[in-house]
């Protein structure tokens, strides 16, 4: 997509500087942009811009720190508008609304207006799939699933049956939701397998990364909130309920019956005990582990196995880190207690 | 399915008390339970239950804790019998014995009475699948391997040549089996592919989650035993053993040659290095680390990286935790042993 | 393929002793060799092997540790020769050139001489497919991306448009290349997606583990040196670089814009911060921890959470799992001073 200068910081709301007819075809980083292209300066790596040179054909910065001789967007959250920006020359990919012919549509499910439908798609019995949804080649979408409008599943997504997906959900490849939860009982000998026949609703723009793995519920629901975005090879077990603007980074693991309220960040590689809730908002660094049944609190940053507010982590780390001193101190200690004694006995 | 009370309390051979006429159609939480539901109490949660509307159909509950006013299976393994049941409300899938027009069987493969083949499912040369088995959308079966009865293959499995898979087995989604082991040898300026010529045999009622990896063995076997449950995202490498009725949760990775004996329970996000052992019905708590060639004792639980028994591990993890307390009390010492060591000096 | 005991020497560039003219078939471990396999003792198993059954073929050995009896090609290096051998005795698969009838290849891709096309293969539109490649079933190669010459897509690869993959690379089963990054803005009430419109390049001679996803560039590019061996269920962020013949094993998570150089090697389940550089050689064990921004220094191996040289790791574990001794010893010398502090009263 292609805009001006002017419709762009017309549409970001924003003032700009220089020439407003200029074309606009792409985002890019400095170092590669050429002079279609938007870039954008967060502040500190102004001097490294200013040194480079400035084919870009404009820059978003904040209204000090703007370098000269380049057209200039003026903002006081110069990231987020370039993201907003992005948005609009490199729009979300729309329907084409063509069905290949190999795409296999029960005759028993609802198609949507517009839906696109690509080489070996399977679409089961039952299932239904919003307008302007775009299905990539190999998506298979089990029986009496639900996809919203304005969708895009990439190739090899799969929902097992009943599967409740909403509008302008992004599933990235090999994506599964709705698989069985992992729950037995044991009778001493071997594993009989708890019910898992329970739902699992996605809510509206949600995006999950790639084969990720979203399990329906137990006896209940699998619940992702609306604006919520999880990254590749995450799991979300059974019965978990994920609040709504959550961001959730790669190969995490949350297991069963775990609440994250709204607007919680959790890094890559943490992992979740059953029946844990993080509270709104509270940020969980990467490789955390948050045992059974934990609270972890609104307002903090938490770091560690198991998790410590990061302030209380740091100083243990450090301490961790100082541990041979400790010793060597305790050592001297004794020697200097052992003389002390030493003395006193001599000197009685 | 539907059974009456009175049929699945002699199915379960159980007492019941009420109404054994009274039909069952589904399992329930007793929260979303409806008239033709079964549920099941514990009994720490009987409280609830008794405050909440008994709506459910039955519930199984021990025989001292069970509510007034529902009908009530009895048991002193309520959870246990409510999976029991469930598996007669809910029964397993069964084969339609439909072979999609699109599924690509080669001619010289053996496909056993009454399989399922979904659309775009693929067979190779030399495979075998036996009867009643269901491959969904888009599994492929590579040359010469062979699944046997009554398992399910959900969409996307992926079997490499010569893959053994037993009866009853469930793949969930993604799962992919018999893939090259990760093995090199460098000569110090590139890697050398280390042969991956062995086989994988998964044995009857196995039950692997979505997306994980399991690998054929390098010059042997890598084997799974009968009745292990291996939940998503895990990843077993080349030559690992592991034994009967063992549970594996999610994202745990296995490297090379370890053994896991049976009835062993391994956590989530668990990690082994090469050549480890774990003892017969070892639990092996979540993020736990187990060195190459550690042998991890039956009988006990182990937590931690690297592992230790769980009484140690917190013992160490609480004191991890009086870092600050030890460091002051170590800073009062040295003030309080100078403070000695300066009345010595002048008392001499 | 077989080759005698001669031609194998004469390729490996080894002695030998004993019947050259032995047919070699296969290489296999000692305890499941038969007559015509190949065998290797590194020097520690010797007693082992010589009492067993010395059914094999051939043994690669070094000099002064071969067994009598048998067969013998003289290395310095068996393991090495033995990985060489296996690439004579078992070559990689080869293209047989088939296209599949259910093949769906755009009319405005390139497809190299040679190509095998699986069942369910989709070539998008503007793709380009080198002579010798192999794509098994279901493999999606998306529009504009570009696959060299003599590489083999197991079934269930994924490229995302425009993905670039070099000459004789190998992606196992379920591989996603080039899907979007996991980078959002805030405006504090919403996640904006930040563009990930860059590129990715998976450089000659890679090896790519099942499941595993490497998202493209943001505004730049994702980079994969050659010779580079990835294991399963690896993620690998936008920007990431890494070269030639890195190492990095199962479940590892590599966070944007890191840089991992040359001869790396990664164990398994290590994280990665974003922004951190890994310099060439550097060794990190598996389950490690790299804090955003940190430099791993070449020459070492590294361990722990955040990383640590491994010898002060070892230290600091060792007195970890001291810290009760520790604090009983603090006791005593609570005891013993308070104790010097009251006969020093007294004294006075």
Redesign the interface.
């Known amino acids: 997509m292609s805009y001006t200068i002017g419709q762009i910081a017309a549409l970001l709301g924003r003032e700009f500087r220089g020439d407003g007819t200029r074309t606009l075809r ?4 400095s ?2 942009a050429d002079e279609t292209a938007l870039i954008f300066m967060q502040g500190e790596e102004s001097t490294r811009i200013e040194l480079g040179v400035l084919r870009a054909a404009c820059v978003i910065a904040r209204k000090g720190l703007a370098p000269d001789g380049i057209n200039v967007i003026f903002s006081e ?1 110069p ?2 508008d ?3 920006a ?2 609009y020359l ?1 729009p979300r990919p729309k329907s084409n609304g063509s069905r ?1 012919p ?1 795409a ?1 549509i029960h005759s028993d499910s609802e198609i949507g207006e517009n839906v696109e439908l ?3 798609t ?1 679409v089961e019995a039952g299932a239904r799939i919003g307008q302007e949804t775009i299905l ?3 998506v ?1 979408v ?1 029986k009496g699933s639900g996809v919203g409008s304005e969708c895009i599943l ?3 997504v ?1 929902l ?1 049956p009943g599967a409740q997906i909403g509008n302008r959900v ?1 599933l ?3 994506v ?1 939701v709705g ?2 939860g ?1 729950g ?4 001493g ?7 898992q ?1 329970g739902t699992v609703v996605v809510d509206d ?1 949600v ?1 999950v ?3 990720t ?1 979203i ?1 329906r519920g137990s ?2 629901t699998t619940h992702i909130g609306e ?1 919520t ?1 999880i ?3 995450v ?1 979300i ?1 059974h019965n978990v309920e994920i609040g709504k ?1 959550v ?1 959730i ?3 995490t ?1 949350i ?1 069963g019956s775990t609440i994250i309220e709204d607007y919680a960040v959790i890094g ?2 943490v ?1 979740f ?1 059953d029946h844990a809730r993080v509270q709104k908002g509270a940020v969980i660094g ?2 955390a ?1 948050v045992l059974p049944g934990k609270i972890v609190r609104s307002g903090e940053i938490y770091w560690g ?2 998790v ?1 507010p990061l302030r209380e982590y740091k ?3 450090a ?6 001193e ?2 060597a ?2 050592e001297a ?2 020697r ?2 052992a003389e ?2 030493a ?2 006995q001599k ?1 009685n």
């Open positions: 792409k985002v890019a980083k170092e590669t959250q990231k987020l370039f993201a907003r992005a948005a490199h290949h190999t296999e690509g080489p070996f399977v990539h080649a190999g298979v089990g990439h190739p090899g799969i097992y992004i990235h490849a090999g599964v698989s069985d992992f037995y009982v044991s009778d000998c071997r594993h009989f397998k708890f019910p026949v723009d995006e990364g790639c084969n793995t399990d006896l209940g604006g975005k990254d590749n090879l799991q077990a603007h961001v980074a790669a190969q693991g297991s890559g590689q992992g005990g990467s490789k582990g196995v198991p410590r100083r243990l780390n301490l961790f880190g100082r541990l041979p400790m010793k101190e305790i200690l004794k200097e207690v002390l004694q003395t006193r000197g």
